[in-house]
């Protein structure tokens, strides 16, 4: 095996162009579908850290004005969510609705220390919306059912509001704050790459904005829906159910506006595997073709040593020595340039991981070292038979004809 | 007996089959130097790939050493010419990239024989072919008659039952191709058996029997000079 080995380096360093040239041919079809993978797999890690099919079962619905008129009410008429739109979308909607979360926003509201203000929305939220709004919580903890109940004037705000507040590295957790004339006690302190509202119980921010309530949007998690059209269906179910609340036409699209994030997850993920299967064909296509020119290269290869194997044949080597050289010379082949395609895919998109960590654009666009080796088993295979075939034709030439072949 | 055939025939096929082989009966005994010896196209390089296993016959028989070589798959004529045959080539044949010392070696690599002891013979026998001294040349590093020497001990280091040599003088000078002929003669007189095609009188002079063929048939056979 060494001596079989011994000999094919030296038919490789003998041939120090060809075998270069159908190196890097498979290294660069290799090195391109790393690279490829790599990338779609950024794309889609970053569409799977924002998303996951729980945290988009989610339906949301903002208050709009008609553009029908409707029951003697003229066109135009601003439609507002009221507190007890909830409960008969809980009512006319079973099926569908495992939870039901309202929000109330308080536009440009100025919190203030003795130290600093900032100007901001103030979020009145339920527990639930930490989940649902990503809220990750550094210190502290988020607003809790207790919290709801006896409308507590706690206050959970981002890290960058802290900082301003209180100042860098102190402590907020503890302290006071002040809006609307009344003192606040920060509960929380959270991280987030656009968000920058502060949260407080949804029944204290009720009842700070009086007693018509309304509410800025009401948030349906939903269940029991998983295809679009069960989402479609569900969308205008909701629809009516706030028609006959707030008397407008169960078709107008503008009185109230319903977002459903899940028919929008399906969508994407319909994209995210077209995304995947296109670039699983390119990479497939391009290492194709490097193993095409593998097997192009053995033939050119094979014919210009016709010669050569007719006198390795008339010294006694059998066909059988002659289709493993050959074989085993394009598995060596395909191998090593293989293996370089794939450290050097793998540096670049290692690279490009590092130059994009923390982007929007990719998340890890980096490829599983299994498949790294799948690639491989498959590189190697390809490389045996991208060999035999010129290899048979070779133990096909008689030894005499492959001897007067110069 | 060495070689023994027995009303040989080859046809090549084609639009026009080419009769090339007529009921050749030929026998050589061991330890004999003998040349074929004919006209270009008299047959006599179809009878040598006969002799050497590189090509097959169409009807007769042929036995080497007494094993008849006849229907043998190419696994198996690779074992036997690796093992009872040694060639020589007008063109030398050798592998141009490697040296003389590797190439001679080749053979017995083919044979499953370990690297060191096939490097030990091989020395051995570029000593004896007095090329010690050019082991770890490439083959257009040597003259012709060096590359020729190499080759005959190429063909020797298997310890075949005969060597077959096709035109070995062809491409050397006249001074060249005496030296190889002393060769061979040489290793005819230590019992090796020698079968030389040849279109060269002189070389043909040079052996103890000639066998004269034309046009696809022996003439005068073992007509002894």
Not at chain 1, 48 to 75: D, H, L, M, Q
Not at chain 1, 103 to 124: E, M
Not at chain 1, 233 to 250: E, G, I, V, Y
Request: glycine share 8%; hydrophobic share 45%.
């Amino acid at each position: 095996m060494i001596d079989l080995f011994r000999e094919i380096a030296q038919i490789l360093a003998h041939n120090k162009m060809r075998t270069f040239l159908t190196g890097i041919a498979v290294a660069w079809g290799i090195f391109m579908l790393i690279v490829l993978l790599g990338m779609s797999r950024g794309v889609l890690n970053n569409f799977n850290s924002f998303e996951s099919a729980e945290n988009a079962a989610t339906v949301s619905i903002w208050p709009g004005s008609t553009e029908k008129s409707y029951c003697g009410y003229r066109e135009g008429r601003s439609i507002e969510l009221k507190r007890t739109d909830i409960n008969a979308i809980a009512e006319h909607n079973r099926n569908n609705v495992n939870l039901l979360l309202a929000s109330k926003v308080i536009n440009n509201v100025q919190i203030s220390t003795p130290r600093d203000y900032i100007a901001d929305g103030l979020f009145g939220v339920f527990p639930e919306n930490q989940h649902t709004d990503r809220i990750n919580i550094i210190k502290g903890r988020f607003i809790n059912q207790s919290d709801l109940d006896t409308r507590r004037k706690v206050i959970v705000i981002n890290s960058q509001t802290a900082n301003v507040l209180f100042g860098e590295g102190v402590d907020a957790i503890g302290k006071r704050v002040d809006a609307f004339g009344l003192s606040w006690l920060v509960i929380g302190v959270y991280i987030h790459d656009w968000n920058k509202a502060s949260f407080i119980p949804f029944t204290t921010a009720m009842t700070l904005t009086g007693s018509d309530g309304t509410v800025s949007n009401i948030a349906v998690k939903i269940k029991n829906v998983s295809t679009t059209e069960e989402g479609d269906s569900l969308d205008s179910s909701l629809r009516r159910t706030l028609a006959k609340q707030h008397s407008f036409a169960p078709d107008d699209q503008n009185a109230v506006h319903i977002w459903n994030r899940f028919t929008g997850y399906l969508t994407a993920l319909k994209a995210t595997t077209i995304l995947e299967i296109a670039v699983w064909l390119i990479g497939i296509f391009t290492m194709l073709s490097g193993i095409v020119g593998v097997s192009n290269i053995m033939f050119v290869s094979v014919r210009e040593r016709t010669h050569e194997i007719g006198i390795r044949r008339a010294i006694g080597a059998k066909p059988r020595s002659i289709l493993t050289q050959i074989v085993v010379e394009s598995i060596t082949i395909t191998t090593l340039f293989g293996y370089i395609g794939i450290v050097c895919g793998t540096l670049l998109t290692n690279l490009i991981a590092k130059l994009t960590e923390g982007s929007d654009m990719l998340v890890n666009p980096t490829v599983d070292i299994s498949i790294a080796f799948k690639v491989t088993l498959v590189l190697i295979v390809a490389g045996a038979l991208a060999g035999l075939a010129p290899a048979l034709k070779a133990i096909k030439i008689k030894p005499v004809e492959a001897l007067h072949d110069e | 007996m060495i070689i023994q055939l027995n009303d040989i025939n080859k046809t090549y096929p084609g639009a026009v089959p080419l009769h090339v082989l007529k009921d050749i009966n030929l026998s050589i005994e061991r330890g004999e130097l003998v040349s074929i010896m004919g006209a270009s196209g008299s047959g006599k390089s179809t009878l040598l790939n006969i002799l050497g296993i590189l090509d097959t016959y169409d009807s007769g028989s042929y036995y080497l050493d007494g094993t008849l070589i006849k229907n043998l798959s190419e696994n198996h004529a690779a074992e036997l010419r690796g093992r009872m045959i040694g060639f020589v080539f007008q063109s030398f044949n050798l592998i141009n990239y490697k040296s003389a010392l590797e190439n001679v070696a080749l053979p017995l690599f083919y044979q499953g024989v370990s690297r060191r002891k096939r490097n030990a013979l091989a020395m051995e026998y570029l000593e004896k072919m007095g090329l010690a001294d050019r082991a770890t040349h490439l083959p257009s590093e040597m003259s012709g008659g060096q590359k020729q020497r190499v080759a005959i001990a190429r063909a020797l280091v298997t310890k075949p039952a005969i060597i077959l040599a096709d035109e070995p003088t062809g491409a050397l000078d006249s001074h060249t191709s005496k030296e190889v002929m002393q060769v061979f003669r040489d290793l005819n007189a230590e019992g090796m058996t020698i079968a030389i095609v040849t279109h060269d009188p002189g070389v043909g002079a040079q052996t103890n029997r000639i066998i004269r063929i034309s046009d696809g048939r022996i003439e005068e056979p073992d007509k002894a000079l």
